[in-house]
């Protein structure tokens, strides 16, 4: 019989924690995928622990990315054995398909299968051969791959001794050992821990003998260990950091040396280290009393518990990987990556919030339609809603680049097809498609067709007021007018693109005529003009009318260089960006490349921002253009604004359906006339040619 | 071992990276014990040109621990117990609240970009049970000198990009100034002209690197 002390207390480890690496969660999400599918038979997995390594922080059973059974397309050497912190422990992995059959797992039966299995390992002395068995676990998930979420819960199955085993002492080691057998001890358990062939051994024997010296030995040793010691310690590297408790791998540590070798006084020895080095100051010795099971029951396998506690309660845990596993958020990631590093790199100043939050509308999704849209996301810009009331053609896919053979095929209406497209190339674009035609002066309409035509163009007022930059990229000159107009009125940035056969021109329109403060109405209507820049229509001497016959440059053209829509569309892009980036936005001045560089490049770190940029392929050349807004412009003149604004739908109709209207209204049709009677009186008189102020 | 080549146009070969990195791991395995030793993950299947011995690989440096958001609770003496529904009451049990996730762990690697011909430091951050922390976390563990650093330094900015080898997002300190400041620095290495010798690259890389994640590197290092 022992000494005991006089109430021994009831032996309590601490519990076993466990840490999955997210790389375990990557690589059996490709494994699911790829290979299992719906089978969900269980997998055998290697868990990892090692001894504690720092005083306040106990260590954990890891599950890594190697722990799942090897794949062949590794290129990272896999984990050989004989590394020092990663003792592999067989473990077992029930995953489930759903959330409910998680949920129905018979956790009982499947703790207690595995439990049967240690107690095996111990009856048949495979957990001598390899004491890791000793520490085998059991894991249920449920991976939710479609959100990238995973459910799981540990067991470490640890047989319960009944009566429980009784703690009689408890120290550290330092205390327990004399200084010459301490510097013996810690000096053969770093030898074993230096060795490859035995680091990785978590259980082992402890032998002082009388001259102090101690030797570590491997479990299966024990009978030959009898006898020529003067103190024999059971040892095992004890993930818990606690001084007053021991490591969960004790509980079935000393259900094997009851069974084996049926000790009643068992010394263990909790080793735990430092900085890499055997730490006996941390590493505990205690005497545990052990009662002997009897007769039949030493044959029976042991209840078993070891649930993992989740925060203290009875419930599996979860981790959200969706940020680093879920494609979608992976491509926005790199697309946004990719814009801070030109800001980073090239243009600090450059402000990408703006980029990422404007609205814009493009009307008419065809070559260039679908090149604005393209150099659009490029800049980041996720915003972007189409309209256009056609189907792609068999002719399109060549040219107009956001349509594919399949979409001909279909019929589709190009608006919906461009909003899908962008969808496919990045899917965490913000876009949608109108199919509507926009209504166009000079193009009369019959009084069955006028509800349908003004409620048309409600909802393109709508569509322009709830965005904050309109392209106008439409085939005709005339579907342009009603835009312009909308956009004055509601002062919203409108970029405009046209194409000739051989030349483009690309410009901004400048801000809304009632942009100014209500104050400034009094002042001269030239004064405030020259401060606005012109729009589409602010040079012309003719209302918009109906094209049909072939007209000059910027009019109505299908024919044109393929090169050009892609260096028109990119350009319109550019400038929109340059608008955003001025302070003055809309208001801004308008530049000539020729401009000194002097004050211009410090408002907009872009460079210069002109109005008008006009260019002819067929001499690669390229100018920028200035003009100012027009006091007869048909569309964002006061004049006109003014009478939208007070008779909207009626004055809406007159110049749909009268072109000459607005001629009328804007003073054009006065402008003419003065025009032809001045060429008269020329005729007739010799006076000096004066240069007559034409607006222009 | 080359430690005869130099490089003056501060990037690096290859070769020259596992050389740097070699002499980079020993100098810290003497210098810097208050810190684990890095180790070197070879490569394998890599299919690049095989002309020389040296295998291609990266450095790593794992489970650095901060217990910075660790609050003193005492162990928690809650006799909670564990008990499944048809078990005895498992009095033996004694369910101590350890810190959980209040740990963090802290991974490095050290990779050679052969684009920008230059180390990478790449890092990440986890809980004890292995969740990710984010970058706002972990600029919390950070030493606030470091985090001045970030905001300051144009050479330094922190981006999130998938691990080349390893294939899943990790952080890493953006590689397109190494270059520069690698030549700034060895212009002003009084002792080898312009030129700075193969083996002690990584040693001043890290010197600044390190830094920038809190890693401070002694000074007899760089000797």
Same mark, same amino acid.
């Given at each position: 019989?022992?000494?005991?002390?006089?109430?021994?207390?009831?032996?309590?480890?601490?519990?076993?924690?466990?840490?999955?690496?997210?790389?375990?969660?990557?690589?059996?999400?490709?494994?699911?995928?790829?290979?299992?599918?719906?089978?969900?038979?269980?997998?055998?997995?290697?868990?990892?622990?090692?001894?504690?390594?720092?005083?306040?922080?106990?260590?954990?059973?890891?599950?890594?990315?190697?722990?799942?059974?090897?794949?062949?397309?590794?290129?990272?050497?896999?984990?050989?054995?004989?590394?020092?912190?990663?003792?592999?422990?067989?473990?077992?992995?029930?995953?489930?398909?759903?959330?409910?059959?998680?949920?129905?797992?018979?956790?009982?039966?499947?703790?207690?299968?595995?439990?049967?299995?240690?107690?095996?390992?111990?009856?048949?002395?495979?957990?001598?051969?390899?004491?890791?068995?000793?520490?085998?676990?059991?894991?249920?998930?449920?991976?939710?791959?479609?959100?990238?979420?995973?459910?799981?819960?540990?067991?470490?199955?640890?047989?319960?001794?009944?009566?429980?085993?009784?703690?009689?002492?408890?120290?550290?080691?330092?205390?327990?050992?004399?200084?010459?057998?301490?510097?013996?001890?810690?000096?053969?358990?770093?030898?074993?821990?230096?060795?490859?062939?035995?680091?990785?051994?978590?259980?082992?024997?402890?032998?002082?003998?009388?001259?102090?010296?101690?030797?570590?030995?491997?479990?299966?040793?024990?009978?030959?260990?009898?006898?020529?010691?003067?103190?024999?310690?059971?040892?095992?590297?004890?993930?818990?950091?606690?001084?007053?408790?021991?490591?969960?791998?004790?509980?079935?540590?000393?259900?094997?040396?009851?069974?084996?070798?049926?000790?009643?006084?068992?010394?263990?020895?909790?080793?735990?280290?430092?900085?890499?080095?055997?730490?006996?100051?941390?590493?505990?010795?205690?005497?545990?009393?052990?009662?002997?099971?009897?007769?039949?029951?030493?044959?029976?396998?042991?209840?078993?518990?070891?649930?993992?506690?989740?925060?203290?309660?009875?419930?599996?845990?979860?981790?959200?990987?969706?940020?680093?596993?879920?494609?979608?958020?992976?491509?926005?990631?790199?697309?946004?990556?990719?814009?801070?590093? %030109?800001?980073?790199?090239?243009?600090?100043?450059?402000?990408?919030?703006?980029?990422?939050?404007?609205?814009?509308?493009?009307?008419?999704?065809?070559?260039?339609?679908?090149?604005?849209?393209?150099?659009?996301?490029?800049?980041?810009?996720?915003?972007?809603?189409?309209?256009?009331?056609?189907?792609?053609? %068999?002719?399109?896919?060549?040219?107009?680049?956001?349509?594919?053979?399949?979409?001909?095929?279909?019929?589709?209406?190009?608006?919906?097809?461009?909003?899908?497209?962008?969808?496919?190339?990045?899917?965490?674009?913000?876009?949608?498609?109108?199919?509507?035609?926009?209504?166009?002066?000079?193009?009369?309409?019959?009084?069955?067709?006028?509800?349908?035509?003004?409620?048309?163009?409600?909802?393109?007022?709508?569509?322009?007021?709830?965005?904050?930059?309109?392209?106008?990229?439409?085939?005709?000159?005339?579907?342009?007018?009603?835009?312009?107009?909308?956009?004055?009125?509601?002062?919203?940035?409108?970029?405009?693109?046209?194409?000739?056969?051989?030349?483009?021109?690309?410009?901004?329109?400048?801000?809304?005529?009632?942009?100014?403060?209500?104050?400034?109405?009094?002042?001269?209507?030239?004064?405030?003009?020259?401060?606005?820049?012109?729009?589409?229509?602010?040079?012309?001497?003719?209302?918009?009318?109906?094209? %049909?016959?072939?007209?000059?440059?910027?009019?109505?053209?299908?024919?044109?260089?393929?090169?050009?829509?892609?260096?028109?569309?990119?350009?319109?892009?550019?400038?929109?960006?340059?608008?955003?980036?001025?302070?003055?936005?809309?208001?801004?001045?308008?530049?000539?490349?020729?401009?000194?560089?002097?004050?211009?490049?410090?408002?907009?770190?872009?460079?210069?921002?002109?109005?008008?940029?006009?260019?002819?392929?067929?001499?690669?050349?390229?100018?920028?253009?200035?003009?100012?807004?027009?006091?007869?412009?048909?569309?964002?003149?006061?004049?006109?604004?003014?009478?939208?604004?007070?008779?909207?739908?009626?004055?809406?109709?007159?110049?749909?359906?009268?072109?000459?209207?607005?001629?009328?209204?804007?003073?054009?049709?006065?402008?003419?006339?003065?025009?032809?009677?001045?060429?008269?009186?020329?005729?007739?008189?010799?006076?000096?040619?004066?240069?007559?102020?034409?607006?222009? | 071992?080359?430690?005869?080549?130099?490089?003056?146009?501060?990037?690096? !070969?290859?070769?020259?990276?596992?050389?740097?990195?070699?002499?980079?791991?020993?100098?810290?395995?003497?210098?810097?014990?208050?810190?684990?030793?890095?180790?070197?993950?070879?490569?394998?299947?890599? !299919?690049?040109?095989?002309?020389?011995?040296?295998?291609?690989?990266?450095?790593?440096?794992?489970?650095?621990?901060?217990?910075?958001?660790?609050?003193?609770?005492?162990?928690?003496?809650?006799?909670?117990?564990?008990?499944?529904?048809?078990?005895?009451?498992?009095?033996?049990?004694?369910?101590?609240?350890?810190?959980?996730?209040?740990?963090? *762990?802290?991974?490095?690697?050290?990779? *050679?970009?052969?684009? *920008?011909?230059?180390?990478?430091?790449?890092?990440?951050?986890?809980?004890?049970?292995?969740?990710?922390?984010?970058?706002?976390?972990?600029?919390?563990?950070?030493?606030?000198?470091?985090?001045?650093?970030?905001?300051?330094?144009?050479?330094?900015?922190?981006?999130?990009?998938?691990?080349? *080898?390893?294939?899943?997002?990790?952080?890493?300190?953006?590689?397109?100034? !190494?270059?520069?400041?690698?030549?700034?620095?060895?212009?002003?290495?009084?002792?080898?002209?312009?030129?700075?010798?193969?083996?002690?690259?990584?040693?001043?890389?890290?010197?600044?690197?390190?830094?920038?994640?809190?890693?401070?590197?002694?000074?007899?290092?760089?000797?």
């Amino acid at each position: 019989m022992s000494e005991k002390e006089t109430s021994p207390t009831i032996l309590q480890f601490a519990p076993l924690n466990s840490s999955v690496d997210e790389g375990f969660w990557h690589s059996f999400s490709s494994l699911k995928l790829d290979k299992l599918g719906i089978d969900d038979s269980p997998i055998p997995i290697t868990g990892f622990y090692g001894p504690c390594s720092h005083p306040q922080v106990s260590n954990h059973l890891t599950l890594l990315s190697e722990s799942l059974p090897l794949d062949e397309q590794s290129s990272v050497a896999s984990t050989s054995h004989g590394n020092r912190n990663k003792c592999p422990v067989p473990g077992i992995l029930y995953n489930t398909n759903t959330l409910e059959s998680f949920d129905k797992l018979d956790k009982q039966s499947l703790l207690k299968a595995e439990a049967n299995k240690i107690w095996d390992d111990i009856q048949s002395g495979k957990a001598l051969e390899d004491p890791a068995v000793l520490s085998r676990f059991l894991v249920i998930s449920f991976a939710d791959l479609k959100k990238w979420s995973f459910r799981y819960w540990f067991a470490f199955p640890a047989l319960v001794l009944d009566p429980p085993a009784s703690l009689v002492e408890l120290k550290p080691a330092s205390e327990y050992f004399s200084s010459e057998e301490a510097e013996s001890v810690s000096a053969a358990c770093n030898e074993w821990r230096n060795s490859d062939l035995t680091t990785d051994v978590p259980f082992f024997l402890v032998s002082v003998s009388s001259d102090s010296k101690a030797s570590i030995r491997h479990l299966k040793d024990w009978e030959a260990c009898q006898g020529d010691h003067h103190k024999l310690l059971f040892g095992f590297y004890d993930p818990c950091h606690l001084p007053n408790n021991p490591g969960w791998p004790l509980r079935n540590y000393l259900a094997l040396i009851r069974a084996r070798w049926s000790l009643e006084t068992v010394w263990f020895f909790c080793y735990r280290e430092s900085r890499g080095f055997a730490d006996l100051n941390l590493s505990l010795v205690g005497q545990a009393s052990v009662t002997l099971a009897s007769g039949e029951s030493a044959e029976t396998v042991p209840n078993s518990v070891g649930w993992e506690l989740n925060k203290g309660k009875r419930v599996p845990r979860s981790i959200s990987l969706a940020n680093s596993m879920d494609p979608t958020r992976l491509a926005v990631s790199a697309v946004d990556l990719n814009l801070k590093l %030109m800001r980073w790199r090239a243009l600090p100043s450059l402000d990408l919030n703006v980029l990422s939050s404007v609205k814009c509308l493009l009307l008419g999704a065809g070559t260039l339609g679908c090149q604005v849209a393209r150099t659009l996301m490029g800049w980041g810009i996720r915003n972007i809603t189409f309209v256009d009331y056609g189907k792609v053609a %068999m002719s399109n896919p060549v040219r107009q680049s956001l349509y594919t053979f399949e979409d001909c095929v279909g019929g589709e209406f190009k608006a919906v097809a461009a909003v899908k497209s962008l969808k496919q190339i990045f899917p965490a674009m913000e876009s949608s498609g109108v199919v509507m035609a926009i209504p166009m002066p000079g193009h009369p309409i019959s009084s069955q067709e006028e509800d349908s035509v003004l409620a048309d163009c409600k909802r393109l007022s709508e569509l322009i007021e709830s965005h904050d930059a309109v392209f106008l990229l439409t085939d005709t000159r005339e579907s342009r007018w009603l835009p312009s107009l909308l956009c004055a009125n509601a002062n919203k940035i409108a970029i405009n693109a046209a194409l000739g056969f051989d030349s483009y021109m690309v410009m901004r329109h400048g801000a809304g005529p009632t942009s100014l403060s209500d104050d400034m109405q009094n002042l001269d209507m030239n004064k405030t003009n020259k401060q606005r820049l012109g729009c589409y229509f602010c040079n012309d001497v003719v209302a918009p009318q109906d094209s %049909m016959t072939d007209r000059t440059l910027d009019q109505q053209c299908t024919v044109t260089r393929p090169g050009l829509a892609p260096i028109a569309g990119a350009l319109a892009v550019e400038l929109l960006v340059g608008v955003l980036q001025h302070p003055l936005g809309i208001n801004a001045k308008g530049d000539n490349s020729s401009s000194s560089n002097g004050g211009n490049n410090d408002d907009s770190p872009l460079g210069i921002l002109p109005h008008q940029i006009r260019s002819s392929v067929s001499q690669f050349s390229q100018i920028t253009l200035l003009g100012q807004a027009s006091n007869s412009c048909t569309a964002c003149s006061e004049t006109v604004i003014s009478e939208y604004r007070e008779r909207g739908n009626s004055f809406l109709l007159e110049a749909i359906n009268h072109p000459t209207y607005l001629e009328d209204l804007t003073g054009l049709t006065e402008l003419k006339k003065a025009a032809n009677s001045f060429n008269l009186d020329w005729e007739d008189d010799d006076t000096d040619d004066e240069d007559v102020a034409v607006h222009m | 071992m080359n430690s005869g080549r130099e490089v003056s146009d501060g990037r690096l !070969t290859v070769e020259g990276f596992s050389v740097a990195a070699r002499a980079f791991a020993d100098k810290w395995k003497i210098h810097n014990q208050s810190f684990p030793p890095w180790s070197w993950v070879p490569l394998i299947n890599r !299919t690049l040109h095989l002309s020389n011995q040296q295998e291609e690989g990266y450095l790593s440096l794992e489970e650095i621990l901060i217990l910075s958001s660790l609050e003193e609770s005492p162990e928690d003496e809650s006799l909670n117990v564990a008990t499944d529904c048809l078990e005895k009451e498992e009095s033996v049990d004694h369910t101590i609240l350890n810190q959980e996730n209040e740990a963090h *762990y802290y991974d490095f690697h050290i990779v *050679y970009s052969s684009s *920008y011909k230059v180390p990478v430091l790449y890092f990440r951050g986890y809980c004890s049970g292995g969740q990710p922390l984010s970058l706002d976390v972990i600029k919390k563990d950070l030493p606030s000198c470091s985090v001045s650093l970030l905001h300051e330094s144009k050479w330094t900015f922190i981006t999130q990009e998938e691990h080349p *080898y390893l294939n899943r997002p990790w952080f890493k300190l953006h590689p397109c100034g !190494t270059e520069d400041w690698i030549k700034l620095l060895s212009q002003s290495s009084i002792s080898t002209g312009c030129q700075m010798p193969v083996d002690l690259y990584l040693v001043s890389w890290f010197s600044v690197v390190g830094q920038v994640v809190g890693l401070r590197i002694p000074l007899e290092m760089l000797n």
